[in-house]
């Protein structure tokens, strides 16, 4: 095999790992939630099947004459992409959470074709060399043209095939490429035809592998760059909807009632807001959602001025659509990531800022630092208040961590935990509340939870290290283990 062909085969088996490595995150995501653990199981085990791809292969390579097999190993590896999305929907919802999960899923539906695709560059190196004396110049080139390949894959995955398509027909088309290419190699590179019936036998198995993908369902009813949502109806209230992103039951809209607020730290919200005295506000909201507090705030108190910072574009389609939302000059979505976004905000602008931001369970830890709450005491006027809504249970390490962070730049801080306490148990809302001056009495239902001030915060926080853009390891803290 000459070099280039050799160097085009390893720089595009290279690609083709990386798109799926990337597209898993979104595919597990709604079973285990988007977090660094995510991220970090996803990698470490395709990390894994590499090696272990790459070793099995440079053994074939020395035991045999490659070239009748790298036809069917692109085939193999198309065929296996097709059947990582069966075989993750389901195992899925029966995986459970954490590390472990997280790994089993990655193994079971991206190890073998990762492995089996990495498998392509040792056999290219040896059908390239032709004498000892080019090792240094094929190795390294091959080696190249798989770290270039690998790059592309990542930035086009990333950058533009997540945003343009969904999940699946992009891992049904990576698929279909591998397979197509892999039928061409095998008749081109065989020293004879390949047997009928293993021919036929792939073919079928490969249109078993492509019908399995394209027709399993996954729990989305939209892919957005960032969430795979769904939006469903409730039984108990005919107008009521709610806002499922990945794994979290993230927002209740009551489509014919604005001021209907389900969730409890929502409730909480309104009455930090009535705090501010009656009239309109100025609001920024880190965070859309399903948009439940805006519309809320509009309702209830006609005049104020929303900006909200959402990241997810697409998201703000579906609340147009699905959940009644309506933008114009007092309601105002400003698509961004909030920690750059907030830059453009003018200081002292703002009566109430609202954290309610999430990836999974957790608040995105660009999002809880001190460096962040800098720009939000700054955003906001003498007395403003910020709120924010995390989710924490067990010895609510995060939550104490962030009300730590909290008292490092505001002088007076409360935390509303469950009616019960802190959750010792099962994670919970809890709703932090932050201002330069005495915060005024809000309104805590007692069903809604209870107000930690003074000493019994200081108990709570119990010596909890504040946030840094240098310290927040916000999805370990949130773990129980």
Known sequence: MRHRPAAALVFATSAAVLVLEILAGRLLAPYVGVSLETYTGIIGTVLAAIAVGTALGGRLADAVDPRPYLGPTLVAGGILAWLAIPLLRALGPSAGDGPAAIVLLTAV??????????????????????????????????????????????????????????????????????????LVLWWRLAARAPHPLAFTAVLVLGAAGLGLGATSR??????????????????????????????????????????????????????????????????????????????????????????????????????????????????????????????????????????DAFGGLSVPWHLTTEELLDEIDRVLRPGGIYVVNV?????????????????????????????????????????????DRPLPPFDVSPDDGQVLRGAALEAYVDGARPLTDDFAPVDQLITRR
């Not at 990762?114 to 498998?119: D, E, G, T, Y």
């Not at 962030?402 to 009616?419: G, I």
Request: aromatic share 6%.
């Open 109 to 182: 539906a991206f190890f073998l074709p990762a492995a089996v695709l990495s498998a392509v560059s040792p056999m290219a190196a040896k059908l390239t060399l032709d004498t000892l004396d080019d090792t240094g110049r094929v190795v390294g080139g091959l080696s190249a043209a798989g770290t270039a390949g690998a790059l592309v894959g990542t930035f086009l995955t990333g950058f533009v095939l997540v945003a343009a398509l969904p999940t699946t027909p992009i891992v049904l088309a990576v698929g279909g490429a591998l397979v197509a290419s892999g």
């Open 391 to 435: 989710i924490d249970g067990g010895a609510n390490r995060f939550a104490r961590a962030q009300a730590a962070t909290l008292a490092r730049v505001f002088d007076h801080v409360a935390v509303v935990v469950p009616r019960t306490g802190p959750p010792a148990g099962a994670p919970a809302n809890q709703v932090l509340v932050a201002s």
């Open 218 to 355: 996954g729990p989305c009813e939209w892919e957005t760059p960032y969430f795979c949502a769904r939006v469903e109806d409730d039984p108990s209230r005919p107008s009521g909807r709610t806002l499922r992103l990945d794994t979290l039951r993230h927002s209740y809209v009551d489509l014919d009632d604005p001021t209907h607020l389900e969730f409890r730290y929502v409730r909480v919200f309104s009455g930090v807001a009535a705090a501010l005295g009656g009239g309109p506000l100025d609001v920024l909201h880190l965070g859309g959602g399903g948009f439940t507090f805006p519309r809320y705030l509009a309702a209830t108190r006609p005049g104020t001025h929303s900006v909200v910072l959402e990241i997810d574009p697409d998201l703000v389609d579906i609340a147009e659509r699905e959940l009644g939302l309506v933008t114009g000059p007092d309601l105002q979505v400003r698509p961004g990531d909030a920690r750059t976004a907030i830059g453009r905000i003018a200081d002292a602008s703002v009566d109430l800022v609202v954290g």
